[in-house]
């Protein structure tokens, strides 16, 4: 059987491609979701994804990940400064996550610098764009491979 990770995209994140594309670029949530297959399947893995804007939709398929997945790649999009129960859902499915946002969140605002998430992921990517992705998932492959 083929290991599989759960790709987690949060709020807003169904908008890429025409949401603020000076910050997120023009790739769409299509693209970044192929990108991540693609570089899954480098690894002999599948991905899983979900995007939501509904917070206990997300806490729903990272609870559920602990079925079936082997780790967890998730850009939480706002829910990154604001969610405890998110963080609370990773720390309790206790797989490796790896936190990822296309922009770098720590030269835009103030409050976007906090994260409740990075305290329980095992790395966090930022400012890479889209390419960041593939960094989480080659990171992610590499701690479920050990």
Do not use: K, W
Request: aromatic fraction near 4%; glycine fraction near 10%; charged fraction near 20%.
């Amino acid at each position: 059987m083929t290991a599989r990770i759960l790709l987690v995209n949060g709020p807003n994140l169904n908008l890429l491609g025409t949401r603020e594309p000076e910050i997120y670029g023009s790739e769409t949530l299509a693209d970044v979701e192929a990108l991540a297959e693609r570089t899954a399947a480098g690894f002999g893995l599948e991905v899983r994804a979900v995007q939501s804007n509904h917070e206990g939709a997300l806490i729903d398929a990272i609870q559920a990940a602990r079925e079936d997945c082997a780790g967890i790649v998730i850009n939480p999009g706002a829910f990154t400064h604001t969610s405890i129960a998110l963080r609370d859902a990773i720390a309790g499915v206790e797989l490796p996550t790896v936190e990822v946002h296309i922009s770098n969140v720590h030269a835009r605002e103030e409050f976007r610098h906090r994260s409740f998430i990075s305290g329980v992921a095992a790395g966090v990517i930022v400012g890479c764009g889209v390419q960041g992705y593939e960094f989480a998932v080659r990171r992610l492959a590499a701690l479920i491979a050990g």
